[in-house]
């Protein structure tokens, strides 16, 4: 990820940027993995892209889990059966091809160099993921928050919920699912609201067009046909 920050940089932006929230970040993604759980058997072997602090990844009931990262904090951050990636994620991944599940990454892709990168990621999701395994991406939907978005010094490409749909879609895979305004926008900032706010928000998707301005998109492989 070539005119990005690299892994001692990005180490500092974001011990700056998230500064105390750990435990409610914690917190909110254990929710989120309640939710998204619904796409993520047991059985699953799952890839944190984008890692992070690892709230994901961590919180995941999957048998084999696998967080990629530059942040070298990533390293600190994951559980003890995570097994840790510390790579440029368009350059090929150190898995078989048809090894996982699914790929889920957060709050990322935005943060790659350009749409180049972008594709090369999703490249190599396909081919690591098996046949019917799910590439699940949200992000903030820069159809609605057109300013606010360039606030973070380290946001470079710019998405919707239907550009990364035609992406994933030029790679191979199937779209099954686009939400435009799916989560509010940032949590690295405003206040902390109660966690079941966040629980009640998830279980009534009418309110999300009033709230939401991060997209939820969900690819598909193609099975195997027989």
């Known amino acids: 990820m070539r005119a990005t920050p690299d892994g001692p940089e990005l180490q500092?932006?974001?011990e700056t940027r998230f500064a105390g929230?750990?435990?409610y970040r914690t917190q909110v993604w254990k929710v989120?993995?309640?939710?998204f759980s619904q796409w993520l058997p047991a059985s699953a072997a799952v890839l944190d892209l984008g890692a992070g602090y690892c709230e994901f990844i961590n919180n995941v009931a999957a048998k084999t889990k696998y967080a990629m990262d530059l942040n070298p904090d990533v390293k600190k951050q994951a559980a003890p059966g995570v097994s840790i990636l510390l790579q440029d994620c368009s350059e090929p991944w150190q898995l078989p091809e048809g090894h996982l599940d699914a790929v889920f990454t957060s709050n990322f892709l935005e943060h790659l160099p350009d749409k180049t990168a972008v594709s090369k990621v999703l490249a190599n999701a396909y081919r690591c993921l098996k046949p019917g395994g799910r590439f699940i991406a949200m992000g903030p939907n820069i159809k609605y928050v057109p300013g606010a978005y360039w606030d973070f010094f380290d946001h470079y490409v710019?998405?919707?919920e239907l550009s990364l749909a035609e992406a994933l879609s030029n790679t191979g895979f199937e779209v099954e699912q686009t939400v435009a305004r799916f989560l509010p926008y940032t949590m690295s900032g405003g206040r902390q609201h109660p966690i079941w706010t966040l629980k009640?928000?998830?279980a009534m998707p009418f309110v999300w067009p009033m709230f939401g301005k991060q997209f939820l998109v969900i690819g598909r492989k193609p099975s195997s046909r027989g």
């Open 158 to 160: 710019a998405l919707t």
């Open 21 to 23: 929230k750990a435990e």
């Open 12 to 14: 500092k932006i974001y």
């Open 200 to 202: 009640m928000y998830l």
């Open 32 to 35: 989120l993995v309640h939710y």
